[in-house]
């Protein structure tokens, strides 16, 4: 069986990111398994503008994006197999992919990757009454119809959940002459970036409700109406207050969840993002095996999926040459109004800087945000405003991890 250093499993942003990493941090033996024929990930079909501000002050299409990774894997001369689809992978890292090429192959990697993306929520996992027709569709897989495929999904379109893909979707699907009717939302607040409800919603004129969402969906063959009614604090329907809609689609953004079924053959375990548990080198609970991008949890901005995929194959290199740091974990938990922070565990014992990801459970204004330990403040930083559905990051430096006893908390506080 052939052993290769580094295997990194997806050649998305993350995947991409930690390969050039790996490379310039000294490792030379490299694989990147991507199961569709190009690199990049979901970036091939994000053909609207707004990526790389951070990383390259540039507004650029996902396709320029990628490109630009995808060139710098090429000229490094980092090998990747395309069309080559990961079936197992085994605690002692055995990596199994499928590939017309190749066949059923068998590999040692002495360190993974993951970076495997994500997938959406569809209509089972949110299981919307009514009838089971045609036209229901997620808004990744609409955006692939149009933007790869060319295919418009429908022409009178209902789109349920603000998540950012359903929101640039309302504007692509407008632009492209399909009448987006509106969007409809379960929370009180928007699951979208705030400038993807400006520039794809308002400037449009589409209709954004709030607090509500579909209690019936009708139609023999295809969709022909949806019911939209409003819901109450307990998210249950209200009678009396239905909208009837005519419309030929439902489009639904109601979710993205970490792919993780591979890691989760082999036991390993998870928190609450669905996505693997992670250290600061986002080494996860399996020796040698990292994690990164929306593998690890959903990202709303492609540079920070490019950051920590930089993390997770410098976190590869450090382990590939045995200079990880080892010893006691400090845990870091959640506390009051954070729904999750990554990573969940510290090495007491690193020395370089860390960075706590985290979302907040609910909009919120004018807060601290407090990392703890034991009741003692261990960094306190204002925030005027924070909203679910943009990741919030605080750094953490390592001269204040050694004092730590027991675990650290990250809370919000109002400022009084
Ligand atoms: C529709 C959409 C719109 C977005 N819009 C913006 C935006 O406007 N601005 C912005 O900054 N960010 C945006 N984002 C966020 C950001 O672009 C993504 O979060 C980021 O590109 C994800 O990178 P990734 O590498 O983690 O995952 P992906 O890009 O999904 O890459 C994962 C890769 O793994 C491969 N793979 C999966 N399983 C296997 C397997 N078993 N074997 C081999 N290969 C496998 C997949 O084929 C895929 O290529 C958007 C995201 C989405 C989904």
């Given at each position: 069986?052939?052993?290769?250093?580094?295997?990194?499993?997806?050649?998305?942003?993350?995947?991409?990111?930690?390969?050039?990493?790996?490379?310039?941090?000294?490792?030379?033996?490299?694989?990147?398994?991507?199961?569709?024929?190009?690199?990049?990930?979901?970036?091939?079909?994000?053909?609207?503008?707004?990526?790389?501000?951070?990383?390259?002050?540039?507004?650029?299409t996902?396709?320029?994006?990628?490109?630009r990774?995808?060139?710098?894997?090429?000229?490094?001369?980092?090998?990747?197999?395309?069309?080559?689809?990961?079936?197992?992978?085994?605690?002692d890292?055995?990596?199994?992919?499928?590939?017309?090429?190749?066949?059923?192959?068998?590999?040692q990697?002495?360190?993974?990757?993951?970076?495997?993306?994500?997938?959406?929520?569809?209509?089972?996992?949110?299981?919307?009454?009514?009838?089971?027709?045609?036209g229901?569709?997620?808004?990744?897989?609409?955006?692939?119809?149009?933007?790869?495929?060319?295919?418009?999904?429908?022409k009178?379109?209902?789109?349920?959940?603000s998540?950012?893909?359903g929101?640039?979707?309302?504007?692509?699907?407008?632009?492209?002459g399909?009448?987006?009717?509106?969007?409809?939302?379960?929370?009180?607040?928007?699951?979208?970036?705030?400038?993807?409800i400006?520039?794809?919603?308002?400037?449009?004129?589409?209709?954004?409700?709030?607090?509500?969402?579909v209690?019936?969906?009708?139609?023999?063959n295809?969709?022909?109406?949806?019911?939209?009614s409003?819901?109450?604090?307990?998210?249950?329907?209200?009678?009396?207050?239905e909208?009837?809609?005519?419309?030929?689609?439902l489009?639904?953004?109601?979710g993205?969840?970490?792919?993780?079924?591979?890691?989760n053959?082999?036991?390993?375990?998870?928190g609450?993002?669905k996505?693997?548990?992670?250290?600061?080198?986002?080494?996860?609970?399996?020796?040698?095996?990292?994690?990164?991008?929306?593998?690890?949890?959903?990202?709303?901005?492609?540079?920070?999926?490019?950051?920590?995929?930089?993390?997770?194959?410098?976190?590869a290199?450090?382990?590939?040459?045995?200079?990880?740091?080892?010893?006691?974990?400090?845990?870091?938990?959640?506390?009051e109004?954070?729904?999750?922070?990554i990573?969940?565990?510290i090495?007491?014992?690193?020395?370089?800087?860390?960075?706590?990801?985290?979302r907040?459970?609910?909009p919120?204004?004018?807060?601290?945000?407090?990392?703890?330990?034991?009741?003692?403040?261990?960094?306190?930083?204002?925030?005027?405003?924070l909203?679910?559905?943009?990741?919030?990051?605080?750094?953490?430096?390592?001269?204040?991890?050694?004092?730590?006893?027991?675990?650290?908390?990250?809370?919000?506080?109002?400022?009084?």
């Amino acid at each position: 069986m052939k052993t290769i250093d580094l295997v990194i499993i997806g050649g998305g942003s993350a995947g991409m990111a930690a390969a050039i990493q790996a490379r310039k941090d000294g490792i030379e033996d490299i694989l990147i398994l991507e199961k569709d024929g190009s690199l990049g990930g979901i970036l091939n079909q994000c053909i609207h503008n707004g990526f790389g501000l951070t990383e390259f002050k540039e507004e650029l299409t996902g396709p320029e994006y990628l490109t630009r990774f995808a060139d710098q894997v090429k000229e490094m001369g980092i090998p990747y197999k395309l069309n080559a689809q990961v079936t197992n992978i085994t605690p002692d890292k055995k990596v199994t992919y499928s590939s017309l090429e190749d066949g059923l192959v068998t590999i040692q990697a002495k360190a993974i990757v993951m970076a495997t993306g994500c997938y959406e929520r569809g209509a089972g996992a949110i299981q919307i009454p009514g009838d089971r027709c045609a036209g229901i569709i997620t808004a990744g897989t609409a955006q692939k119809y149009l933007n790869i495929h060319g295919y418009m999904c429908g022409k009178q379109i209902v789109i349920l959940g603000s998540g950012d893909i359903g929101l640039i979707m309302a504007r692509r699907l407008t632009l492209e002459g399909a009448k987006v009717i509106c969007v409809s939302e379960i929370m009180p607040y928007s699951n979208g970036l705030n400038r993807n409800i400006a520039q794809c919603l308002n400037d449009y004129d589409i209709p954004l409700y709030l607090s509500r969402s579909v209690s019936k969906v009708i139609g023999k063959n295809r969709v022909e109406k949806v019911i939209l009614s409003a819901v109450d604090e307990k998210m249950q329907f209200i009678p009396g207050t239905e909208m009837e809609i005519k419309c030929d689609t439902l489009i639904l953004s109601v979710g993205l969840i970490p792919y993780v079924s591979l890691l989760n053959n082999i036991d390993c375990p998870t928190g609450s993002t669905k996505g693997p548990k992670v250290n600061e080198h986002m080494e996860t609970m399996i020796d040698g095996i990292f994690s990164c991008g929306n593998c690890l949890h959903v990202h709303d901005v492609v540079d920070f999926v490019t950051d920590e995929g930089r993390l997770a194959g410098h976190g590869a290199a450090l382990y590939l040459k045995e200079q990880l740091p080892t010893g006691e974990d400090i845990n870091v938990v959640p506390g009051e109004g954070v729904g999750y922070v990554i990573p969940q565990t510290i090495k007491k014992s690193t020395t370089e800087e860390v960075t706590l990801k985290f979302r907040v459970r609910k909009p919120i204004k004018d807060v601290f945000v407090i990392i703890e330990n034991n009741g003692n403040q261990v960094a306190k930083s204002f925030k005027p405003v924070l909203i679910p559905s943009e990741m919030t990051m605080v750094k953490l430096v390592s001269d204040k991890l050694k004092d730590i006893k027991g675990e650290l908390t990250v809370r919000l506080e109002k400022r009084a």
